[in-house]
């Protein structure tokens, strides 16, 4: 469902991805690993058609994001680390917006709104302003407008940063679960216990290169380390990288 081919992606001299090249099936749930800098950012924006790749290829569901954006876009869920939602319209409104957007009908805008508002209990707070929202209910709100169309791809990026431990464990138990109906999920993470308990597979990011791609078995056996955590391996894989921004 999602690939890069050899894709590079630059900013004047610097090279923020370098030739990554990346496979994520139908049914995965895969978790995107890397210290600041590293490119996480850039590949997801590439991935979600907000940048075009200097060189190589992106494709969601077969269709190119630079020559077939819509068509990749459709099929695309995101919820992205910063949430911005429209501080004036109620959560309903914001999700009677997004529903619009996608061209669905009034019958089909109703019964989807009110789904994943069961899904992610927003009722009590659906018709207030979200200016009024937590950081928790403003993430509830956006895992459910990036849901409304059912996509089979989704993409979210640091989706446990800030909220509550209920809310992280719905996050989690709703990632598996749209893998087990047989969704591509990309997660970019920091938190490294979240990728260990739930992902199918790993990929590690450092220095715009992908350093390791597999399980967590896998990585274990490569370092060979079979005692520590995914905490301890990452550090170990990337200790030779600085902090910045990519």
Same mark, same amino acid.
């Given at each position: 469902m999602i690939r890069f081919d050899s894709t590079t992606r630059t900013f004047g001299d610097k090279t923020a991805v370098d030739r990554l090249n990346l496979t994520i099936p139908a049914g995965e749930l895969f978790a995107f690993l890397g210290p600041n800098g590293a490119g996480k950012t850039?590949?997801?924006?590439? $991935?979600?058609? *907000?940048?075009?790749?200097? !060189?190589?290829?992106?494709?969601?569901?077969?269709?190119?994001?630079?020559?077939?954006?819509r068509e990749a876009a459709s099929l695309l869920g995101f919820v992205p680390e910063e949430v911005f939602l429209y501080d004036k319209l109620t959560g309903r409104e914001f999700l009677e917006f997004t529903a619009d957007m996608r061209g669905f009908s009034a019958?089909?805008?109703?019964?989807?709104?009110?789904?994943?508002?069961?899904?992610?209990?927003?009722?009590?707070? $659906?018709?207030? *302003?979200?200016?009024?929202? !937590?950081?928790?209910?403003?993430?509830?709100?956006?895992?459910?407008?990036?849901l409304l169309h059912d996509p089979p791809v989704l993409v979210v990026d640091e989706p446990m940063v800030g909220l509550d431990p209920k809310s992280v464990?719905?996050?989690?138990?709703?990632?598996?679960?749209?893998?087990?109906?047989?969704?591509?999920?990309f997660m970019s993470t920091h938190t490294l216990s979240v990728a260990e308990e739930i992902a199918d597979r790993i990929g590690i990011i450092d220095h715009g290169r992908l350093n390791f791609l597999g399980t967590i078995a896998n990585l274990r056996q490569m370092l060979r380390d079979d005692h520590h955590s995914l905490e301890h391996l990452f550090l170990e894989l990337t200790k030779s990288n600085g902090d910045g921004k990519a």
């Open positions: 850039t590949t997801i924006k590439m $991935l979600t058609g *907000l940048l075009r790749p200097s !060189s190589g290829r992106v494709s969601v569901g077969g269709f190119d994001t630079t020559t077939h954006p019958a089909e805008k109703a019964e989807r709104i009110e789904r994943q508002s069961e899904i992610f209990e927003l009722h009590d707070f $659906l018709d207030d *302003l979200t200016e009024t929202y !937590s950081h928790g209910m403003r993430q509830r709100l956006v895992f459910a407008a990036a464990r719905l996050v989690k138990d709703l990632l598996r679960q749209r893998a087990s109906a047989g969704a591509a999920v």
